[in-house]
């Protein structure tokens, strides 16, 4: 089958599932989020700088089912309720696009709430989530004016996860500049400028947490000065243009100013010749 094939039957897939919403809200009568935490990791051997953040989640969370899911995990949930997405989960170029896609299948089929495994809570911040007129629930990015995938939460079958799904597979079939960069791909196609993107074409508003739930200082990423949660090392993923990019954005105001020096030494260096 062509890749042409592959996303026209991924988008009728899409087509369908957003019919029956209605009828499985109605059925299950989901006012709550879900009291299931998710995180994944490619085995069930964490790194030693994240080896206690499931204990914390459990520590803060007792009566939440607690699911670390591996990468084998993944993909057998892709097989069991999507395999319609297989074509485009198989061929994401990095893992990590893999790793960002899972999560809208989670919060879709399962809800819950998704944290990056670099996050553990140090209180219940669960009240956040008692106003139930709303479905999904997102933190913005400390950096930038965009929405992180880093932490979430969601009520089941909110039609929000079908138009992100939807996003990232029209982004996969389409050509676009910013693929030719490993970080722009991930960020763009599969992270946080396509949930992005769907935020701003959603029909619906979605609530967004406040920004003390999670905090990122891009010069320290160990720095512990979050209230509800504790911000570890992370990035894993990173690879050299992201590390570059990071840099860059740090010390942007130092790059500016010496581009303007710059550009006022050309001009009198010219004015005066």
Same mark, same amino acid.
């Given at each position: 089958?062509?890749?042409?094939?592959?996303?026209?039957? *991924?988008?009728?897939?899409?087509? @369908?599932?957003?019919?029956?919403?209605?009828?499985?809200?109605?059925?299950?009568?989901?006012?709550?989020? #879900?009291?299931?935490?998710?995180?994944?990791? &490619?085995?069930?051997?964490?790194?030693?700088?994240?080896?206690?953040?499931?204990? !914390?989640?459990?520590?803060?969370?007792?009566? $939440?089912?607690?699911?670390?899911?591996?990468?084998?995990?993944?993909?057998?949930?892709?097989?069991?309720? *999507?395999?319609?997405?297989?074509?485009?989960?198989?061929?994401?170029?990095?893992?990590?696009?893999?790793?960002?896609?899972?999560?809208?299948?989670?919060?879709?089929?399962?809800?819950?709430?998704?944290?990056?495994?670099?996050?553990? #809570?140090?209180?219940?911040?669960?009240?956040?989530?008692?106003?139930?007129?709303?479905?999904?629930?997102?933190?913005?990015?400390?950096?930038?004016?965009?929405?992180?995938?880093?932490? %979430?939460?969601?009520?089941? $079958?909110?039609?929000?996860?079908? !138009?992100?799904?939807?996003?990232?597979?029209?982004?996969?079939? !389409?050509?676009?500049?910013?693929?030719?960069?490993?970080?722009?791909?991930?960020?763009?196609?599969?992270?946080?400028?396509? @949930?992005? %993107?769907?935020?701003?074409?959603? &029909?619906?508003?979605?609530?967004?947490?406040?920004?003390?739930?999670?905090?990122?200082?891009?010069?320290?990423? !160990?720095?512990?000065?979050?209230?509800?949660?504790?911000?570890?090392?992370?990035?894993?993923?990173?690879?050299?243009?992201?590390?570059?990019?990071?840099? %860059?954005?740090?010390?942007?105001?130092?790059? @500016?100013?010496?581009?303007?020096?710059?550009?006022?030494?050309?001009?009198?260096?010219?004015?005066?010749?």
């Amino acid at each position: 089958m062509s890749l042409n094939n592959y996303y026209t039957d *991924a988008i009728n897939n899409l087509e @369908i599932l957003k019919k029956k919403n209605t009828v499985c809200l109605n059925y299950d009568n989901e006012t709550k989020i #879900p009291k299931i935490i998710w995180q994944t990791y &490619k085995t069930v051997n964490l790194p030693s700088e994240w080896e206690n953040t499931p204990g !914390e989640w459990k520590k803060y969370f007792p009566d $939440y089912d607690y699911r670390l899911q591996t990468d084998i995990d993944n993909r057998n949930f892709i097989v069991l309720h *999507a395999p319609w997405f297989l074509p485009f989960y198989d061929n994401f170029k990095y893992n990590i696009m893999r790793v960002d896609s899972i999560r809208a299948f989670w919060m879709y089929f399962c809800g819950g709430i998704y944290s990056d495994l670099d996050i553990v #809570p140090t209180s219940d911040f669960s009240f956040f989530f008692k106003n139930n007129d709303n479905s999904v629930y997102l933190v913005k990015t400390a950096n930038i004016e965009s929405t992180t995938n880093c932490i %979430f939460a969601s009520k089941r $079958y909110s039609e929000f996860w079908l !138009e992100y799904i939807q996003t990232m597979i029209e982004r996969f079939v !389409e050509w676009h500049l910013w693929k030719l960069s490993p970080h722009f791909n991930v960020i763009f196609n599969t992270g946080p400028q396509a @949930i992005t %993107f769907t935020v701003k074409n959603h &029909k619906y508003p979605v609530c967004y947490l406040p920004d003390c739930l999670i905090s990122r200082n891009l010069t320290n990423p !160990e720095i512990k000065n979050e209230i509800y949660t504790c911000a570890l090392k992370g990035q894993s993923w990173n690879r050299f243009d992201s590390k570059f990019l990071l840099f %860059f954005y740090v010390n942007r105001k130092f790059f @500016i100013f010496t581009l303007i020096l710059f550009h006022l030494y050309l001009y009198f260096k010219f004015l005066f010749l």
